[in-house]
């Protein structure tokens, strides 16, 4: 993926060129803060023109997609604080518009890790995304939120706590899903049930 | 990179539940309002630059 020829064909041309290559992935980052697909959609094309016009700012040969995920992320919390809205407009267009498939096979609905996901806190799903489904390093994460490899690594293991509590995941092996409704009804009906170790 | 991978089984269903989320969204099509974004930034960069 990386060879040298493409590294030095992209210093020898517009760096803005290479914007269209990361919209893909800034807008999967953008879903992930705003949890709102039309919301996302607008802090990208804000992020966009951001850094058309800031595109001297960035150092040709270090990693764009760090760059641009630091002013996306930039641009969603002082849009956030502009607007004093502490509480996102989560519409359920994240969850929804993902394409579901049923888990039959002990795997985790997409749908109810969504939800989960979604009622996580900020700085928690970014971390999540980032070193969790974008490739980022730890130290690539905490660069682009500007904070340090520690913290990063610590919102990422409570996003990760959370999750499992949220959506009731077990740490032992051979874990058995049982939908909630199923859950609910067993546990309701005997407290003093005895789980297999 | 030095990618932690998880060893529990929660933690890799959340680690592979991620990974599918942010897939999902990458596989898709860009919306062509980008792409003509990209094309409006470039005309108002260089209106008189050769292109």
Redesign the interface.
Same mark, same amino acid.
């Given at each position: 993926m990386t060879n040298p020829e493409t590294a030095q064909h992209a210093a020898s041309t517009d760096p !803005?060129e290479e914007?269209?290559e990361h919209?893909? /992935?800034l !807008? /999967?980052f953008a879903?992930?803060l705003t949890r709102n697909g039309s919301a996302a959609?607008d802090l $990208?094309?804000d992020s +966009? $023109?951001k850094a058309?016009k800031n595109i001297e700012k960035f150092e040709v040969g270090t990693n764009m997609r760090a760059w641009l995920f630091t002013i996306l992320r930039n641009t969603f919390y002082s849009d956030r604080r502009k607007a004093k809205r502490e509480v996102a407009d989560v519409d359920g267009i994240f969850a929804a518009g %993902?394409?579901e498939k049923p888990a039959h096979d002990g795997? =985790?609905a #997409?749908n109810d890790? #969504?939800v989960a996901?979604a009622e996580l806190p900020d700085e928690q799903r970014e971390a =999540? +995304?980032l $070193?969790? /489904?974008?490739?980022f390093?730890? *130290?690539e994460a905490a660069v682009t939120c500007g904070v340090a490899v520690g913290t990063i690594k610590s919102r990422a293991n409570r996003g990760?706590k959370r %999750?499992?509590e949220l =959506?009731q =995941?077990?740490?032992? *092996?051979? %874990?058995e899903m049982t939908d909630r409704a199923t859950m609910a009804v067993v546990n309701a009906g005997s407290m003093s049930v005895s789980f297999n170790k | 990179m030095d990618q932690e991978k998880p060893k529990s089984s929660a933690e890799s269903q959340i680690e592979e539940n991620l990974r599918r989320v942010y897939q999902q969204r990458l596989e898709e099509d860009v919306p062509d309002r980008f792409l003509s974004l990209l094309q409006q930034l470039k005309e108002q960069d260089s209106p008189d630059d050769k292109s």
């Open positions: !803005r914007l269209v919209l893909p /992935a !807008r /999967a879903l992930s959609d $990208v094309q +966009i $023109v058309w %993902l394409s795997r =985790l #997409m890790f #969504m996901f =999540l +995304i $070193v969790g /489904a974008s490739g390093s730890y *130290e990760r %999750l499992g =959506l =995941l077990s740490d032992d *092996e051979n %874990l | -």
